[in-house]
């Protein structure tokens, strides 16, 4: 066997893992590895003060694997604000997967990912996100009790997206209400990117609610389907980011707000699904202000999943469910109005309760 000699010189300039721009303190950090199912994933457990990291396993074809490190350090340290803001007691953790979930999920693959999760004892708790179903999660439930997300008839609360797109209209009123004075979406223009789980669904309740909707996505058939079903119109211009538009909704992936895009938008509200939209929480959140688009942050208004997932753990039914994720209508409303009174962002609002939520059992714990 010969091994490579790796020359100092040629390493990156910054450090791997901990000196990663999204490393925040992480407490653990893990990667998976199976020569026979081709398994390459990395767990990410952010912050556990509050309960067990509890978080989706997103598989994706990440273009290297920095970009899959650095998508699991920004989606458990979401999922820690998430969970903490929701007042759930739970804390931050993700799992990627890299791959293509179309062509390289094999059932053995989820189960030996499963293996992994069970090796850290309940300390990471996993759950569906992109490029997962809840089959995949019933694969896992077979080797490990350590996830949510599974069927219903395995005793798991079911599809969580419904919920989610719920939460995310609730909030998505509430930033109305807090711009405009009424929380009314009638006739209101709104983009929402990506109509896939969430999306769907969302674009259901936008248009119950008489709103405008145009729609986006690259899946084409997706389009046909959801513009035919609910009479959404479909977006066929060449910059979606400059349509004159009340409210922008990303239901796709995250990072849509950075710096090509933030200067280009022309809308009043952005409030949507997609999971650390800021490509830049303190820069963007901040030109966003100075714009006077007005952010609901996207870890407190898409917090409907894990509140779903949660109820498996509390053994809590549908009632509860729905009267937490309306909740998220008076959570987001009065972290647009503290940002304001503070003079600060939403964004950083919200990572301020978080934070205490978190300093405050920490200390409890000490006593
Ligand atoms: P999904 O995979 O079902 O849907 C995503 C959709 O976005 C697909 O239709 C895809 O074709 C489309 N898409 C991908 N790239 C795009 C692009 N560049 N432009 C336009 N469309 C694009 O995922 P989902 O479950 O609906 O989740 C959507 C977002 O919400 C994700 O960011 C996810 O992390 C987040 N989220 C989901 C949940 C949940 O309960 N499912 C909970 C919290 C957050």
């Known amino acids: 066997m010969t091994s490579e000699v790796i020359n100092i010189k040629d390493l990156p300039k910054v450090d791997p893992v901990f000196g990663q721009a ?52 920004r989606l458990s340290r979401g999922m820690t604000y998430k969970s903490a803001v929701a007042g759930l007691n739970l804390g931050g953790g993700k799992a990627v997967i890299i791959g293509d979930a179309k062509t390289q999920k094999t059932p053995e693959l989820m189960k030996r ?67 405009y004075g009424s929380d009314a979406l009638e006739d209101k223009k709104v983009i929402v990117q990506g109509i896939g789980h969430v999306g769907e669904s969302l674009v259901e309740h936008l248009t119950n609610e008489g709103a405008q909707v145009i729609i986006t996505d690259i899946n084409q058939e997706r389009l046909d389907f959801v513009s035919k079903k609910y009479g959404a119109q479909i977006y066929t211009g060449d910059n979606l980011y400059a ?36 490509a830049n929480g303190i820069k963007h959140g901040q030109i966003l202000q100075e714009k006077g688009i007005v952010y609901a942050p996207d870890f407190v208004i898409n917090a409907g999943g894990i509140i779903n997932v949660y109820a498996e753990i509390e053994n809590y039914g549908k009632t509860e469910i729905m009267r937490q994720t309306e909740n998220i209508y008076n959570t987001t409303l009065n972290i647009l109005n503290t940002a304001t009174t503070n003079n600060t962002t939403p964004h950083e609002a919200s990572i301020l309760i978080a934070q205490e939520k978190i300093d405050a059992r920490k200390k409890e714990n000490k006593q």
């Open 113 to 179: 990912f499963g293996e992994f999760v069970h090796s850290l004892s309940g300390k990471y708790i996993t759950a569906e996100d992109i490029g997962m179903e809840t089959s995949d999660m019933d694969l896992v439930r077979d080797v490990t009790p350590y996830v949510t997300g599974i069927s219903e008839s395995r005793g798991g609360a079911g599809n969580p997206s419904p919920i989610t797109a719920y939460g995310v209209f609730v909030g998505m009123k509430a930033a109305a209400k807090f711009k």
């Open 22 to 73: 999204s490393f925040n303190d992480h407490e653990q950090i893990v990667f998976c590895n199976d020569k026979e199912t081709g398994l390459k994933a990395i767990i990410g457990i952010h912050n556990t003060v509050l309960g067990p990291a509890l978080g989706g396993t997103r598989m994706w074809q990440y273009a290297n694997e920095w970009e899959a490190l650095n998508d699991v350090l």
């Open 243 to 278: 349509l004159d538009a009340d409210i922008y909704a990303p239901c796709a992936l995250g990072a849509t707000i950075n710096d090509n895009t933030i200067n280009l938008l022309n809308v009043d509200i952005i409030a949507g699904a997609a999971n650390n939209q800021l």
